[in-house]
């Protein structure tokens, strides 16, 4: 029986909340498929920040780097800043591992009402793939006259040739193997950002031209955001930078039905480190702690997670699951509607699976 390793980092509020209902399903796909899970659980996070002044102790990246795949619930305490928070745990690992491929699925399940009228079930289909380790959170820069009247900051942008090209290229790939609308839409600012936007430009045309049977797009950030709510339907792959596919991707997320729907994958494409699966929604300090939260989009990250580990078959089973219990509609949190706790939506999708 094969096992995989998977280095569980709950972190805080909802992902201390989402992460048991993700296990449970995992390990009933596990045992239906023969193979085995073993959990590992780092107890990271804003917990570990009060005790020991840093979000994961010194040596964590070497401790994760053995694992086959990480899963991540949300990193967040109202009462540390969010750019500790960030930089202290996520961050260093999507960088350390080069997960440089961060993919948010958005896709509109039956049974779910999107904000945006007049959306029916599968009418929203797409995927943002985002630059996950430069970019503009390189986190290149510092202060001059640090805490002084006349401060300055400098955070500077990094973008390379062969970061902008990889990304691009895991998105073409993708827009192949997804074979659906067969379109790839590129995000920049090139208007205003006059070189790392035209460099991606230029990157993007050339390789766009390696896949003369998928269609392109270029459109300006602004002009994607109107465009997420006005023609979600048109984009198949989307792919940006990492702050502005990180903005888009909250769209994304929201016109699915809820935050607590998005499921997300930082992915090292060539394997040579663990790939991460997390939510796309963060510690959600309002409502944690009340049983409420929506363990979905953690489950279909753990649904991403099999694909990954080359299991396919379980993941779409998760995936029927989830979408099953949506079109029932009887059970479901309170962001989507229902007022049903996160234990009984988790109860309702092992149903399922069963
Ligand atoms: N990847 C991460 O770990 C990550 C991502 C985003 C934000 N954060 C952190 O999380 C904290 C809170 O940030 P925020 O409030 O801007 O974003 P958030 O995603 O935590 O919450 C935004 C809104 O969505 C709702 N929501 C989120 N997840 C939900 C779920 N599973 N079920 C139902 N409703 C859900 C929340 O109640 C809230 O109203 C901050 O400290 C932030 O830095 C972490």
Redesign the pocket.
């Known amino acids: 029986m094969k096992t995989f390793t998977i280095a569980v980092i709950a972190?805080d509020g909802?992902g201390k909340e989402?992460l048991p209902p993700a296990k449970a399903v995992l390990e009933r796909v596990a045992k239906k498929h023969d193979v085995t899970f073993a959990f590992q659980d780092f107890e990271w996070g804003a917990d570990h920040f009060f005790r020991w002044g840093r979000m994961m102790p010194a040596g964590a990246i070497d401790l994760l780097q053995p694992c086959d795949a990480i899963l991540l619930g949300?990193?967040?305490?109202p009462d540390i800043p969010?750019h500790t928070?960030?930089n202290g745990l996520?961050l260093p690992i999507r960088r350390a591992f080069d997960q440089y491929a961060n993919v948010r699925p958005a896709y509109l399940y039956p049974g779910v009402r999107s904000p945006l009228a007049g959306k029916q079930g599968g009418d929203i289909n797409f995927v943002v793939v985002r630059e996950n380790t430069e970019g503009e959170y390189a986190q290149v820069g510092g202060f001059v006259y640090h805490e002084q009247p006349e401060e300055v900051a400098i955070q500077t942008s990094v973008f390379t040739r062969r970061g902008i090209e990889r990304i691009v290229r895991f998105a073409f790939e993708l827009a192949v193997k997804r074979d659906q609308k067969r379109r790839v839409t590129s995000i920049t600012k090139s208007n205003a950002q006059g070189y790392s936007m035209v460099l991606w430009d230029r990157v993007f045309r050339d390789v766009a031209s390696e896949f003369p049977q998928i269609e392109t797009e270029s459109l300006l950030v602004d002009a994607a955001a109107m465009n997420f709510i006005r023609r979600p339907e048109s984009f198949d792959v989307v792919v940006g930078s990492n702050l502005f596919a990180d903005i888009l991707s909250d769209i994304s997320a929201i016109i699915i039905g809820?935050?607590?729907l998005a499921a997300s994958a930082n992915l090292d494409p060539l394997r040579r480190f663990p790939s991460m699966f997390?939510?796309v929604?963060?510690?959600?300090?309002?409502?944690a702690g009340k049983g409420i939260?929506?363990p979905l989009?953690m489950i279909l990250s753990g649904a991403m997670m099999l694909e990954h580990l080359e299991m396919t078959q379980g993941a779409r089973e998760i995936e029927a699951a989830v979408a099953a219990v949506l079109a029932e509609g009887k059970i479901r949190?309170r962001?989507l509607g229902g007022s049903s706790s996160t234990d009984e939506v988790t109860a309702a999708v092992l149903e399922k699976l069963s």
């Open positions: 972190g909802a989402v949300a990193v967040g305490h969010d928070t960030l996520l809820s935050m607590g997390e939510p929604h963060g510690s959600a300090p309002d409502i939260v929506n989009a949190t962001d």
